[in-house]
Nanobody, 123 residues
Framework: QVQLVESGGGVVQAGGSLRLSCAASGGAFSTYTMGWFRQAPGKEREFAAGISWSNGRTYYAESVQGRFTISRDNAENTVDLQMNSLKPEDTALYFC????????????????WGQGTQVTVSS
């Protein structure tokens, strides 16, 4: 059973930066595609960024493209999300998710989820 634990959330002013980290255990991490999703108050959970297991290719939602960077360390079993130029609309609960095999966009394709870490961006 894969377990995911997020950390790094907090409160930051608009224009600031935060780095989220997700630690994975219980599975063959190097063979898992990893994703970051987020859920703002009153809204549905949405995709933010993903990284393939096989070639490290990255994927981003249009709303975060150019501001967020996803990376992974297969030796440490971690995946990070560097968030720069944060905006109030980035305020959300951020979830780490994992799936075995190739990248897929839809969150239903990810069977493993962390509990989330809160990011609040003040204006």
């Amino acid at each position: 059973q894969v377990q995911l634990v997020e950390s790094g959330g907090g409160v930051v002013q608009a224009g600031g930066s935060l780095r989220l980290s997700c630690a994975a255990s219980g599975g063959a991490f190097s063979t898992y595609t990893m994703g970051w999703f987020r859920q703002a108050p009153g809204k549905e959970r949405e995709f933010a960024a993903g990284i393939s297991w096989s070639n490290g290719r990255t994927y981003y939602a249009e709303s975060v493209q150019g501001r967020f960077t996803i990376s992974r360390d297969n030796a440490e079993n971690t995946v990070d999300l560097q968030m720069n130029s944060l905006k109030p609309e980035d305020t959300a609960l951020y979830f780490c998710a994992a799936r075995a095999g190739p990248y897929r966009l839809g969150q239903s394709a990810y069977p493993y989820w962390g509990q989330g870490t809160q990011v609040t961006v003040s204006s």
